[in-house]
């Protein structure tokens, strides 16, 4: 997984998507935290809620290195506010 703000050319965020998400050696388990979500009971569903802000634009990237075919569903959800503000 790959994240990039603002046009840059190096990422911002570069991590396996399983340590991303907090699959501890790839065990799917339900639980749900504040910024991490995985369900349902088969751990299909990886959802994050870190606020990533940036300005101009954002792009993510997947990358598999499986030997075979990887079915690959996502949404992406944000919100867009005319500043910064702080908490």
């Not at 340590?19 to 990886?46: C, V, W």
């Not at 300005?55 to 500043?83: H, K, P, W």
Request: proline share 6%.
């Amino acid at each position: 997984l790959r994240m990039y703000w603002d046009g840059e050319e190096a990422p911002s965020v570069e991590a396996p998507l399983g340590d991303f998400f907090g699959l501890g050696h790839g065990i799917t388990k339900n639980y749900t935290s504040a910024a991490l979500m995985m369900s349902p009971e088969d751990g299909r569903a990886l959802n994050c809620f870190f606020p990533m802000p940036f300005c101009g634009g954002a792009r993510m990237e997947i990358q598999s290195l499986a030997a075979g075919t990887v079915n690959f569903y996502f949404y992406v959800d944000y919100e867009q506010y005319d500043s910064l503000f702080s908490g």
